[in-house]
C-alpha cells in the first residue's frame, strides 16, 4: 500500500516567521512529487512541483531527498495569506494516479 | 476562461437515494478523475478515466458508479449501497494521464450530505 505521510499540524507562526513542512512517502520508485495548496472548503491548487535538485518559487523552497524518500516545503517571510493546509502529492513511476497525504496546517496570526 | 464546473456545490440527499454528481471540463483534458476527501483525510481516489469510453476504479470505488460518453463530462453517482457518502467530492483533470509531469486541475467541489 502506498503511502505518503504528513505531520498534521496545526503549525501555528507569526507573520514573517520561517516555517518548514516535511512528507515522507513509502514507494521508492515514486518519480514526480507536488505540493499542493487547500484553503479552508475549497478545492487544491497546485503550489510547487518539486524537482530533485530542488526548487524555489519566491518565498516557497521545496527539496526531495529520495535517499530518505521524504519531500519538504520551506515558506519564509509568512504570510497571513499563507494560512491554508499543504497537501503533498506523490506519483508513482509508470501509474497514471496521484497519492496525496493528508495535509499539514499552517495558520500565520498577525 | 477554461476550467473544470461541479454541480451542485451543495446537495442534501436521505438515504437510500441515488445521487449524480456532475463534472464538466472545456480544457480538451483527456484524463478524468473524481476524489473523495473527508474531514482531516487526504483525497482518495474513486474513479478514473484516461479516455472516452474508458474508466478504472479507484481506491474506493464501491458505492459509486461513472460513465465517460463524452470528453468533456465525467458523472458520478453516489449509489445508496455506499456506506458513508457524506462527504467533499472533487473532481480533476489532466492532459493526458500517462505523463509524470501532468498536474490536476481540479473543480470547486460538491458537497454532498445524507440525511
Known amino acids: 500500500r502506498k503511502e505518503v505521510e504528513q505531520d498534521p499540524g496545526p503549525f501555528n507562526v507569526p507573520e514573517g516567521a520561517t516555517v518548514a513542512f516535511n512528507c515522507t512517502y513509502s514507494n521508492s520508485a515514486s518519480q514526480s512529487f507536488f505540493w499542493y495548496r487547500q484553503d479552508c472548503r475549497k478545492e487544491p491548487k497546485l503550489l510547487m512541483s518539486?524537482?530533485?535538485s530542488g526548487n524555489e518559487d519566491g518565498r516557497f523552497t521545496a527539496q526531495l531527498n529520495r535517499a530518505s524518500q521524504y519531500i519538504s516545503l520551506l515558506i519564509r517571510d509568512s504570510k497571513l495569506s499563507d494560512s491554508a493546509t499543504y497537501l503533498c502529492v506523490v506519483r508513482d513511476s509508470g501509474y497514471s494516479t496521484l497519492t496525496f497525504g493528508k495535509g499539514t496546517m499552517l495558520l500565520v496570526s498577525p | 476562461d477554461g476550467g473544470i464546473t461541479q454541480s451542485p456545490k451543495y446537495l442534501f440527499r436521505k438515504e437510500g437515494q441515488n445521487v449524480t454528481l456532475s463534472c464538466e471540463q472545456n480544457?480538451?483534458?483527456?484524463?478524468m478523475y473524481w476524489y473523495r476527501q473527508d474531514p482531516g483525510q487526504g483525497l482518495r481516489l474513486i474513479y478514473y478515466s484516461q479516455i472516452v469510453n474508458d474508466f478504472q476504479k479507484g481506491d474506493i470505488a464501491e458505492g459509486y458508479s461513472v460513465s465517460r460518453e463524452k470528453k468533456e463530462s465525467f458523472p458520478l453517482t453516489v449509489t445508496s449501497a455506499q456506506k458513508n457518502p457524506t462527504a467533499f467530492y472533487l473532481c480533476a483533470s489532466t492532459p493526458s494521464a500517462n505523463s509524470g509531469a501532468n498536474v490536476l486541475t481540479f473543480g470547486a467541489g460538491s458537497r454532498l450530505t445524507v440525511l
Open positions: 480544457l480538451n483534458h483527456d484524463a
Open positions: 518539486v524537482y530533485s
